[in-house]
């Protein structure tokens, strides 16, 4: 594994490299709402002798350092574009990533991508990506909307209450081990989102690099037209929904209508952290993609 980063304005996008560190990629990969490139590791390490893997750091997350104002944030295209650009200056010039990979908000960011630059990746993979049902849309659109999601929306308003300061990494790592979403994590995955989750605070101990109003402002901030972006993809795409608190269910319709080439596989066994729970089954999916694009 290699870290590495990216001038962009007004900061830098930071990001992993797995395998070979030069040449086509294999896999773009972006992370969930409030994680990171690292937490992904067990899941991607893998795959390094046969492909070259980037994981990205997105805005706000991380170790990225690209300003991120959580007033300003109501919807996943700045996403899009940061990620458009990372690939624009990874990528060796006349080649495109033979796939890109997001799991929740990453998958959604993913295809976003994709409906701005249809040849940024040969294929698509969406894990349980993080969508709302399209019958919100113009509520999202009032002027307030953003702000009063924060608020009310549960999972936003939980985001926004997270603590966000320990004592030392340690403490928060045992804080969540074995709770919550952590239960069905498989070893590796939470020690290495807290490695690169949490930076040092300024008073002493640690503070989450992903701030709670930043997290929160994500998650309230859907704006993005999901199903024009399903409308307009073109590439060979496969979506692993989860059969437990899945994010993208109430969609799953609205995707069959949009995109009817979009091949869809439940995963009855899995909660939302597919990537955390079966990460073998993620990279077989992964291979057989990166094979047809």
């Known amino acids: 594994m290699q870290r590495f980063t990216l001038p962009m304005a007004g900061g830098h996008l930071a990001g992993l490299n797995f395998?070979?560190?030069?040449?086509?990629?294999?896999?773009?990969?972006?992370?969930?709402?409030?994680?990171?490139?690292?937490?992904?590791?067990?899941?991607?390490e893998p795959l390094a002798p046969e492909w070259r893997v980037v994981a990205l750091d997105l805005r706000g997350h991380g170790l990225t350092t690209l300003p991120a104002h959580p007033g300003r944030l109501t919807h996943w295209h700045g996403y899009a574009r940061d990620v458009i650009q990372a690939i624009g200056q990874l990528a060796p010039e006349g080649t495109a990533p033979g796939?890109?990979?997001?799991?929740?908000?990453?998958?959604?960011?993913?295809?976003l991508a994709l409906a701005r630059r249809p040849q940024l990746a040969g294929a698509l993979l969406l894990i349980d990506p993080a969508m709302v049902p399209t019958t919100w849309r113009r509520a999202?659109?009032?002027?307030?909307?953003?702000r009063i999601l924060r608020r009310r929306l549960p999972i936003a308003r939980a985001a926004g209450r997270r603590r966000a300061d320990f004592d030392s990494a340690e403490q928060a790592l045992a804080s969540y081990r074995g709770r919550g979403a952590f239960k069905t994590w498989q070893p590796g995955f939470l020690d290495d989102y807290v490695a690169d989750g949490f930076g040092p605070a300024p008073g002493g101990g640690v503070r989450l690099r992903c701030a709670p109003a930043w997290e929160a402002a994500t998650f309230a901030?859907?704006?993005?037209?999901?199903?024009?972006?399903?409308?307009?993809?073109?590439?060979?795409?496969?979506?692993?929904?989860?059969?437990?608190?899945?994010?993208?269910?109430?969609?799953?319709?609205?995707?069959?209508?949009?995109?009817?080439?979009?091949?869809?596989?439940?995963?009855?066994?899995?909660?939302?952290?597919?990537?955390?729970?079966?990460?073998?089954?993620?990279?077989?999916?992964?291979?057989?993609?990166r094979r047809g694009s």
């Open 19 to 44: 395998g070979p560190t030069q040449g086509p990629i294999d896999l773009v990969f972006l992370h969930a709402t409030g994680f990171n490139a690292l937490t992904y590791r067990t899941l991607l």
């Open 99 to 111: 796939l890109i990979a997001g799991h929740s908000m990453g998958g959604t960011v993913a295809l």
């Open 140 to 146: 999202l659109l009032l002027p307030f909307a953003p």
């Open 221 to 289: 901030g859907h704006r993005h037209d999901t199903a024009a972006a399903l409308r307009a993809l073109r590439a060979p795409a496969l979506l692993l929904a989860a059969g437990r608190n899945s994010t993208v269910g109430a969609m799953l319709p609205t995707i069959r209508a949009c995109a009817p080439a979009l091949v869809i596989e439940g995963l009855p066994q899995c909660s939302h952290f597919i990537p955390m729970e079966e990460p073998a089954l993620v990279r077989d999916r992964m291979r057989a993609l």
